[in-house]
C-alpha cells in the first residue's frame, strides 16, 4: 500500500533509514546528477525527511544539503552521541554529518568532517560495528579503510583488489577484521585488513557471478550467511563458515541487477532488493531455497535506493524506495503478510 512520495531535485540513488531511536522517524536520500559538456560536472544533495507516525507515513521535508554527486549514504550503526550519516561521493571524498536537534529548528544534518581520501569517486560505504571505521569502494578498483573519531577522517588501509569499479564493500558483522569486497570484474572477495590487507586475501571467487558484483550484505541474524547482488539479475546466499572457500547456499533470479539489498530489522532471511530496471522485490530465504514474496513496479525508473523503517513498536513494515531518472521517492508498506 502507497503511504506517500515526492520528487527530488536530482537523480534519486540512495535512501537510508535512521536505525537510532529516538531518530528512527527520520529518512536520509541522496541525489547524483552528471551535467554533461565541455566541463561535465556532477551535482548532488542529501536530503532529511520525517517519516512521522508510521501508520500515517509521510515524507516531510526537514533539510536539503547540496553537495557534490552522492554515490552512497549510511547511517552509523551505534547510536546515542555517536549518531553520524556518512557521505560517499563522486570527488573521491567522504563526508561525516551528525544529527542536532533543537527547540527552534528541530532536526538537521551539521557536516563534522570530510576528506579526499582519493582521486577516484568514492562509490559505496559501509561502518564497522563500533562506528569507527568506515570501509569505502572506488572506482578505480580499490578500497580504503578508514578511521573515524569525533571530527576527524583518516585512511588507514588502501589496496588495489580489482581490475575495476569496486561497486560494494562491507565488514563481516562478527569479525571486524575482514572485509567483503565486489566489484565490476565479477570477482567477490575477503581481505584481512589489520596488515597489509592487499597480501592478505581470505578468498576470490571469480566463477559465481556472471556479471559485475554491486551489493553485498552479510545478515545481522546469521552469523555466516552473505548475500550478494549482481548485474547478473541474481540475489545468491553465502554460507561463510568455511572462510576460505564459501558456498552458494541458495540463489533467487530476480528479473534485474542486484543493486541493493537490505535486511529486515526483525525478521530473519527476508529481504528487500532493489532490482534496477525490474523495480523492488521483497525476498524470502531459507532451507536452501528464496522466494520472491511481493513485486512492487510503480517508480518508472532505474531501481536504486531502498530500506526498511527501523523503529520499534510497528504493526507493520514500512519501506523506502527510490528511482533515478524519474527522481522519485516512495514510502509504502508490503501487502505481503509479513508477521512481525
Known amino acids: 500500500m502507497d503511504a506517500a512520495h515526492c520528487y527530488l531535485e536530482g537523480n534519486a540513488d540512495a535512501v537510508e533509514f535512521c536505525p537510532h531511536e529516538p531518530y528512527a522517524n527520520l529518512l536520509a536520500a541522496s541525489t547524483y546528477t552528471l551535467q554533461e559538456g565541455d566541463l561535465p560536472s556532477r551535482s548532488g544533495s542529501v536530503y532529511l525527511f520525517d517519516v512521522g507516525d508510521v501508520e500515517h507515513a509521510g515524507l516531510n521535508l526537514l533539510q536539503k544539503v547540496d553537495t557534490t554527486g552522492v554515490f552512497d549514504i549510511r547511517w552509523s550503526r551505534g547510536g546515542g552521541g555517536s549518531l553520524a550519516l556518512a557521505q560517499a561521493d563522486a570527488d573521491g571524498c567522504l563526508r561525516v554529518y551528525k544529527v542536532d536537534d533543537t527547540e527552534d529548528k528541530g532536526y538537521s544534518l551539521r557536516e563534522v568532517a570530510g576528506e579526499k581520501i582519493s582521486s577516484s569517486m568514492c562509490l559505496y560505504l559501509d561502518w564497522d560495528q563500533s562506528s569507527s571505521s568506515i570501509v569505502v569502494g572506488l572506482s578505480d578498483g580499490s578500497a580504503s579503510v578508514v578511521s573515524f573519531t569525533d571530527s576527524n577522517l583518516q585512511t588507514v588501509q588502501e589496496w ?18 575482514l572485509v567483503y569486497t565486489g566489484s565490476d570484474d565479477c570477482k567477490f572477495s575477503c581481505w584481512d585488513i589489520r596488515d597489509s590487507p592487499g597480501d592478505n586475501r581470505v578468498f576470490q571467487n571469480s566463477k559465481a557471478h556472471t556479471m559485475g558484483v554491486c551489493c553485498i550484505s552479510p545478515s545481522p541474524s546469521e552469523p555466516y550467511s552473505v548475500f550478494t547482488g549482481s548485474y547478473d539479475e541474481t540475489l545468491r546466499v553465502w554460507d561463510t563458515r568455511s572462510v576460505s572457500r564459501p558456498v552458494i547456499e541458495a540463489s533467487v533470479s530476480l528479473g534485474g541487477g542486484v543493486w541493493r539489498i537490505k535486511h529486515h530489522p526483525s525478521l530473519s532471511g527476508v529481504v528487500l532488493a532493489a532490482c534496477m530496471h525490474n523495480g523492488f522485490a521483497v525476498v524470502k530465504v531459507g ?20 530500506d526498511w523503517y527501523k523503529g520499534k513498536d510497528q504493526k507493520q513494515s514500512l519501506v523506502a524506495t ?11 508498506t508490503p501487502e505481503t503478510a509479513i508477521e512481525l
Open 160 to 177: 588495489k583488489g580489482h581490475d575495476f569499479e569496486v561497486w560494494t564493500a562491507s565488514f563481516d558483522l562478527n569479525n571486524p577484521s
Open 322 to 332: 527510490c528511482s533515478f531518472y524519474d527522481k522519485l521517492l516512495r514510502l509504502w
Open 287 to 306: 532451507g536452501g531455497k528464496g522466494e520472491v514474496m511481493e513485486s512492487y513496479n510503480k517508480h518508472e525508473s532505474l531501481a536504486y535506493g531502498a
